[in-house]
């Protein structure tokens, strides 16, 4: 029987696309693997996976006494059931994560999907920005092994603590098959909604781009998004669909005309970014409009599949219209989707996943 491992995150479950690949890869793969987040208001009942799973109830859902009622809660529950390996996702669930791994004398894994001190919700609050610098630096000292999600971060980090930093990137399941997009046709986000995606660019840029626009997730920015839309009369063109399953969610993505996968400079997590959202378009068939940043120009030099644009409205009205009216650019690139999904799949970058565990004793 293999290792056993927990990974603690402070998601909703059913909707951690990359934890769901990571523990499914790492169960397939023979441990016995336990994914550990948080029940939402609103969340729905856990889906069967090949792993354990487990959810902790909060009475704060955001802010440091969220975070701190959290790392408590899960303190509790690490030190009544004990592991193999400790795996901490981000700085926000590392404080338990290390305790726990400290007091068993076990290893301790750091899964960095952001750069939290430099988040654009803390990236101007020196208090908050220090604490979780403090967090993430505690993590990386403490981490047998270490891993993020782009190469940008991998240099960052491996700079910074001058330690071995290694790469498992946000891609998606290798789709077979695309659909034809739906008629009229329409533009698709998915993601979180918050500070720094440049939703309300989109949103502006919309009002002269003949289609529609399908918003698929959650978070704190969607009640002024709803707003601004409503402001922009945009009611019948934007829809937003809050979060949704992620079987459906491939389907509507397949059927979009295009994808939005932007960023404002706002800090050098979304600088250094490498989204899963944009190999989500490639795997669906679909091109994308797409912040210029390192990541995103170094894989677009690779297999041209976007459009950059910077988070400016009339940059992108012009790339949307661009892939509405240009039939030719629109085909160019949905075929290097068609080509680029063929390498960029979870099929390939678990290999790398599965390798960087067999090393730890």
């Not at 509790?76 to 926000?92: K, S």
């Not at 603590?161 to 891609?171: A, E, K, Q, T």
């Not at 781009?209 to 918003?215: C, D, E, G, S, T």
Request: hydrophobic content about 45%; some cysteine.
């Amino acid at each position: 029987m293999g290792k056993s491992i927990v990974f603690t995150v402070t998601t909703d479950l059913n909707h951690d696309q990359r934890m769901t690949r990571i523990a499914g890869s790492l169960a397939r793969a023979g441990y016995q693997v336990t994914l550990v987040g948080r029940r939402l208001p609103r969340s729905s009942k856990l889906e069967g996976r090949p792993y354990k799973q487990h959810r902790i109830t909060c009475h704060f859902h955001k802010g440091p006494f969220f975070y701190l009622e959290y790392n408590l809660r899960l303190m509790l529950w690490l030190f009544r059931n004990r592991f193999d390996v400790y795996g901490a996702v981000d700085a926000d669930t590392a404080l338990a994560a290390i305790f726990a791994a400290v007091w068993q004398r076990k290893p301790l894994v750091y899964d960095a999907h952001e750069l939290f001190s430099e988040m654009p919700e803390v990236v101007n609050r020196p208090m908050v920005k220090n604490c979780w610098a403090f967090m993430e630096k505690l993590a990386f000292r403490r981490a047998t092994l270490a891993y993020t999600v782009s190469a940008s971060l991998v240099s960052y980090f491996h700079a910074k603590y001058r330690r071995p930093v290694h790469l498992v990137r946000n891609m998606p399941q290798r789709q077979a098959t695309y659909a034809l997009p739906d008629n009229p046709p329409y533009f698709i986000y998915q993601g979180a909604l918050n500070e720094g995606r440049a939703l309300e660019t989109v949103l502006q840029a919309m009002v002269q781009v003949p289609a529609r626009f399908i918003i698929c997730g959650d978070g704190p920015l969607l009640p002024q998004l709803k707003a601004l839309a409503r402001q922009l009369g945009l009611e019948d063109k934007v829809m937003f669909k809050g979060n949704v399953p992620p079987a459906e969610l491939v389907k509507i993505t397949a059927a979009a005309w295009a994808g939005i996968m932007l960023l404002k400079p706002q800090g050098l997590s979304y600088y250094y970014s490498l989204a899963n959202k944009f190999f989500d378009y490639v795997q669906a068939g679909i091109p994308q409009v797409c912040v210029p940043f390192p990541e995103y120009q170094q894989l677009n030099a690779q297999h041209e599949v976007a459009l950059l644009a910077q988070a400016e409205v009339e940059e992108v009205r012009n790339a949307l219209l661009t892939l509405l009216q240009d039939s030719e650019t629109y085909h160019r690139l949905q075929q290097n989707c068609l080509r680029a999904r063929e390498a960029w799949c979870w099929e390939m970058e678990e290999q790398q996943l599965v390798a960087l565990y067999a090393r730890i004793t």
